[in-house]
């Protein structure tokens, strides 16, 4: 071979190589330089391949659970583990890989692979839950149920259902003819009794409180109540049902000019001023200041009031301030009332006080009654 021959070798080789990889500029008829790129041919199948794939591609949420998962992104008091789990569902709608997905929200890839598994899977009965009649506040329960981390089977139980149900009686025993010094249980005083009863070796006050919340009972909490006992129960219940008539009405009794008024007292009142004034809250730079109030006061002794609760408006109408509530209180409390509306037609709901019902008070009301358009004095007894 010659040194020519060896050359054009080199160069046809050369520029095969160069048309292969690069791009080939070439002049034609007007100067006008032209770009030939030289691509690979498509491959038919694989054109096709990919229009199928694009075709069979499953939308990851519907409008609604847009909206839904949007706004749970959104809301302040949604809980930590859901606002993530949406957000990476959002972009999974939104169409971004994975690998990107786990670096915005800083996740390991295997938990977006596995909540976009979780979530297909589930949306495919909540997806044909939209066209049925399901109330909006279920449908939102169940996708967070969806959502949710799927049950597991934990540690081995180290107490047994004998256990919590003695723990539980305990907690409703009555500690009022007890030796404790207490007299609520708290958690901390049902583990070291449980305890001592033998019935757990041992247990931390956080798992009483634990079994106690799955039980919904709360020991350490009271309220009062009254335990009626009349003496005739069908009298009393009719006297009630009277009651309860006349506050059903009392919209309509107020239409037609009725006052319906329901009347007491409270006594023991303390009757307290502040020895100086009180400063209102101010601005400030560097510390903000509320109020500023004396804590000495001056006493002037005790007040008793009376007051009326009109029960079509639900207002407190002409109280009366006073010293005592003897009968004479109560009838000028009476007739201060009635001078609202002197010609109105009143009803007065009281209880059965002394006050309220004596002897000597009776020829008093008579004639306020007559006086006045008084339509009863009912007495609850």
Known sequence: MTIISFFTHAMETYCEFVSSTFQIFFMVDDDTPQCIENKPSEDPLTKDKAVHKQDKKVSVLTELQRNLFEHWVRCSTSPQWLVIRCRIILALDDEKPKYRISREQRKDVKTVRKWAKRWLLANRELSKLEDTEITHKEYCERIIVALRDATRRGRPLIFTAEQVVQLIALACEVKDDSDEPTSHWTWTELAMESVKRRIFEEI??????????????????????????????????????????????????????????????????????????????????????GELREHNYTRHGTLCLIANFEVATGKIIAPTIGHTRKEEDFLTHIKKTVSIDPHGQWIFVTDQLNTHMSESLVPKLDKLVNNYDILAFTILK
Do not use: M
């Open 204 to 289: 931390s006050p956080s798992s009483v409180g634990h079994f106690l919340k799955g039980a919904h009972i709360k020991p350490h909490l009271s309220r009062y109540w009254l335990n009626p006992q009349p003496e005739n129960p069908e009298q009393f219940y009719e006297e009630i049902k009277v009651i309860c008539d006349l506050y059903h009405t009392a919209l309509c009794l107020y239409k037609k000019g009725i006052y319906l008024v329901s009347t007491d007292e409270k006594t023991g009142i303390q009757a307290l001023e502040r020895e100086h004034p009180t400063h209102p809250a101010r601005a400030d730079k560097k510390k903000a200041k």
